[in-house]
């Protein structure tokens, strides 16, 4: 089973940029489709990021084009979210997710296997 674990969240004045990880783990197989979503106090989870493992095509919201990149190390098995300028809006716990089909996806339901989540905090 795979197992999913993010870190790098934080607090962050507005502007700045964090980086955040997610470290796969268990029987994870390359053909899984990758995705970041979020979920801001009182507001549903939102698809921010995703990338198909094999053909390395990527997605992004609207709200994530031009200042997120998301990123493979594949000997770790490790998936990265680089966010650059970012805004009190984006403020939300960040989750890690997988899934078993190979082409990337934003249906949430798609997604077979969830980390915990890492907070981003962005001050103005």
């Known amino acids: 089973q795979a197992q999913l674990v993010e870190s790098g969240g934080g607090l962050v004045q507005a502007g700045g940029s964090v980086r955040l990880s997610c470290a796969a783990s268990g029987r994870l197989f390359s053909t899984y489709s990758m995705g970041w979503f979020r979920q801001a106090p009182g507001k549903a989870r939102e698809f921010v990021a995703g990338?198909?493992?094999?053909?390395?095509?990527?997605s992004y919201a609207n709200s994530a084009k031009g200042r997120f990149t998301l990123s493979r190390d594949i000997t770790k098995n490790t998936v990265h979210l680089q966010m650059n300028s970012l805004k009190p809006e984006d403020t939300a716990v960040y989750y890690c997710?997988?899934?078993?089909?190979?082409?990337?996806?934003?249906?949430?339901?798609?997604?077979?296997?969830w980390g915990q989540g890492t907070q981003v905090t962005v001050s103005s």
């Open positions: 990338v198909g493992w094999r053909g390395s095509s990527t």
């Open positions: 997710a997988a899934s078993l089909l190979s082409a990337v996806t934003a249906r949430e339901n798609d997604y077979d296997y």
